[in-house]
């Protein structure tokens, strides 16, 4: 699937282009698009401060007496849906994710890159045809396997099925990685006795940076913003909250109340927006080469 | 040191087996169990709870053929891919000749296109039902303002082509990317030569750039068409699948089935028939696009 290598977008760069167009006419028509997809946002943060009537009649006001922060407020202590809980639990479930995904897809994709055998390319072949299953299809059945292993509405099994839909992909990557590192390293340390594991964690590894960070991104993004398998596996039963299902738990019945809807998307996206805002070249490529994995 | 040979071989195996065993039981227990599985109930009347589902064969297929609701969510789901797709790629392609340079404004103008595929879809969804709704603020304005209603989400046209608009919203910034990283591929030499040779910058775009980009064409085509026909969260926050069924979208409808008409035995086989469309569109894309570049090249 993916013909392309990681997109890179070199910023601090300065050398001719291929293309480039220029002049007044398209700093204008940029701007302006700028404006279209910034309002939302706007909006999104300036409704967040109104009461219902004044995000109604002045949406795009900042006047300062239409300002207050009650209703943020509110929806920091919602008792339906407890924000710094969800933060805490999606946090938690991010972590968990990437140290398994990375653990399991380390040593076999260490195993594909280095061994030359048939039945390793048919190794490949396998995981990466798992990125054409839609997951969202794909967690029907999988809630039966969960149940059967006495797994759905846990903590394990959600981990589990989240980490399994990372493994294609990462798979892919640092396989293709890894045939980039000279096995010559490898024998080196195997001269000086060190096993196949200890050549992957301690020679390996260390190398395979930039692959974990993209695929850490990746993960850490997929699942923050996941919805419908925690709301299917973890489900309203278990009590447990991610930002998402707490989102639509908080937001879906009040969905005209905008002093609710708004505040709570606020909430719920701030961490990631800052996030995105401080490593902005390294998101958008990380993300970038995920979308690639179809 | 004198192991036997043997012993080595069988620590050898020992060893990769360690490394394979565990991602691969995972996958097949949470992937390639749960795929079939989905493929056998396809062909039974389970409701999800009873002890013995019957085999009815191939009936949920058949009823999936008649059912009129499932062939509706269906061509939403093609006419979203389709649409959808269309627009991405231009957009995608348009935006990437106007930002690519390394000015700090078309870093600012790259993040700012991109920073909506950061939020997740449910959340993106309920934002802009919050601006669209019939009570929603731009409306919320107009009335103000004394200024008619539009009936951007609940009118069924304006609702498909409201999904549809907030989906290449939420999604063009990766296209460009993509397309900026293929236009960094263009070889500089032959834009040079055409130049010299007297070529307009139109002339040069269509016969030097695009038949450059074309596996990155290949690679956003499949891409956004992959990506959605899943669409799934973005119909639940912002349509609920409404107005009257008119945006649910094959995911949708698959997951109301399995989970809320306890109809597992169809929802698996709309799941089987969805599987089975992506995956070949993708590759169909992908084989169409590899011919017409060695058309191109021939």
Do not use: C
Not at chain 1, 48 to 60: C, V
Not at chain 2, 54 to 67: E, F, H, M, W
Not at chain 2, 232 to 237: A, G, I, R
């Amino acid at each position: 699937m993916s013909a392309i290598r990681m997109p890179r977008i070199r910023t601090g760069v300065v050398q001719p282009r291929p293309i480039e167009l220029t002049g007044a006419g398209r700093i204008a028509f940029l701007i302006l698009t700028s404006v279209l997809m910034l309002v939302p946002m706007y909006l999104l943060v300036v409704s967040a401060f109104k009461s219902q009537e004044d995000i109604l009649t002045h949406p795009f006001s900042l006047s300062p007496d239409l300002l207050t922060t009650e209703h943020l407020q509110s929806a920091w202590t919602n008792p339906d849906f407890n924000i710094l809980k969800g933060y805490a639990v999606t946090a938690l479930f991010v972590v968990l994710v990437n140290v398994l995904s990375v653990v399991l897809a380390g040593p076999v994709s260490y195993v594909i890159a280095r061994r030359t055998e048939r039945r390793y390319r048919a190794l490949l072949l396998l995981f990466v045809a798992g990125t054409f299953i839609p997951s969202q299809v794909l967690v029907i059945p999988v809630v039966y396997t969960l149940k059967f292993l006495g797994l759905m509405g846990t903590i394990p099994g959600f981990v589990l099925f989240e980490t399994t839909l990372t493994l294609p992909f990462s798979i892919f990557l640092y396989a293709g990685y890894i045939m980039t590192i000279p096995a010559s390293l490898d024998e080196a340390a195997a001269v000086d006795g060190a096993g196949k594991h200890r050549i992957l964690w301690s020679i390996v590894f260390p190398l395979m940076k930039p692959a974990v960070v993209t695929m850490v991104i990746l993960n850490t993004f997929s699942v923050w913003n996941d919805f419908v398998n925690p709301q299917i596996i973890l489900g309203p039963g278990s009590g447990l909250y991610t930002v998402t299902t707490g989102v639509y738990a908080a937001v879906s019945q009040y969905s005209t109340d905008y002093t609710v809807v708004f505040p709570t998307l606020l909430l719920a996206v701030a961490p990631l927006l800052v996030v995105f805002v401080l490593l902005q070249r390294h998101v958008i490529s990380g993300l970038t080469a995920g979308a690639t994995k179809g | 040191m004198s192991t036997p040979a043997a012993a080595v071989r069988l620590r050898d195996r020992l060893t990769t087996a360690s490394m394979v065993g565990p991602a691969l039981l995972l996958f097949v227990v949470m992937l390639v169990v749960p795929v079939g599985l989905s493929i056998y109930l396809s062909l039974t009347d389970w409701n999800g709870y009873s002890a013995n589902p019957a085999i009815v064969g191939l009936q949920n297929y058949v009823d999936l053929a008649r059912s009129e609701e499932a062939l509706r969510a269906g061509w939403v789901t093609l006419l979203i891919a389709a649409v959808g797709t269309v627009l991405l790629s231009v957009l995608g392609l348009g935006f990437a000749l106007l930002v690519n340079g390394a000015s700090r404004l078309n870093a600012f103008f790259r993040v700012v296109l991109f920073y909506p595929h950061v939020l997740s879809a449910l959340v993106v969804g309920f934002l802009w039902s919050a601006v669209l709704g019939t009570s929603g603020v731009v409306n919320g304005w107009l009335t103000s303002k004394g200024a008619e209603v539009l009936p951007f989400l609940s009118n069924p046209t304006w609702a498909l082509a409201s999904l549809i608009g907030v989906l290449v919203w939420a999604g063009f910034g990766v296209n460009v990317v993509l397309y900026l990283a293929g236009l960094q591929t263009v070889s500089r030499d032959l834009l040079e030569a055409a130049r010299i040779d007297g070529a307009s910058p139109r002339q040069a775009f269509l016969n030097v750039t695009l038949p450059a980009l074309a596996p990155v064409v290949t690679v956003n085509l499949v891409l956004s068409l992959v990506t959605l026909l899943k669409t799934y969260d973005l119909v639940v926050s912002l349509t609920g699948g409404g107005p009257a069924g008119s945006t649910q979208t094959a995911a949708y409808l698959i997951l109301w089935d399995s989970f809320h008409n306890n109809a597992l035995g169809f929802g698996s086989a709309q799941s089987v028939v969805l599987m089975i469309v992506t995956a070949g569109l993708a590759l169909t894309v992908a084989r169409l696009r590899s011919r017409a570049d060695q058309g191109a090249q021939a």
